[in-house]
């Protein structure tokens, strides 16, 4: 199991990166990477909606902290659900949008750090990434 407390010591240890609280959840941004030069989430914590659980239907959604992270595009993230089966999922509301979520009880730290990882290189400036990656 993996806490928030986790995500953020993964989050945080990434060059550039804030926590913040967005919509009264923890948040993890890259600074200054919006066109008005403000922070670009790339995780949050994610709590489902009235309406999310409602689209369950009989199925019990998760009771564990979500968190969403980022990815590059719809293809990657595909490729991720494809790869992580169990921890790794989608619900119709991010049909179309390129982030999945993760059931912080269900994955291990691995798997969290390199979604993580991921999740940064794809909101992150290219020339932080680029110095990341060299070193």
Known sequence: MV???????????????????RHGSRAWAV????????????????????ADIRRYGAETPPDGPILAIRVADLHEKEAVLAANTGA?????????????????DEVTEAALRDAILDGWLACAPPELADRYRAG
């Open 3 to 21: 806490s928030l407390d986790d995500v953020a010591g993964m989050a945080t240890e990434l060059p550039g990166v804030v926590e913040l609280e």
């Open 31 to 50: 600074q200054g990477t919006t066109k008005r030069g403000g922070p670009k989430v790339f995780a949050w914590e994610r709590a489902f909606s009235k």
């Open 88 to 104: 790794f999922f989608t619900i119709p509301h991010f049909d179309g949008y390129a982030a999945v979520l993760v059931e912080l």
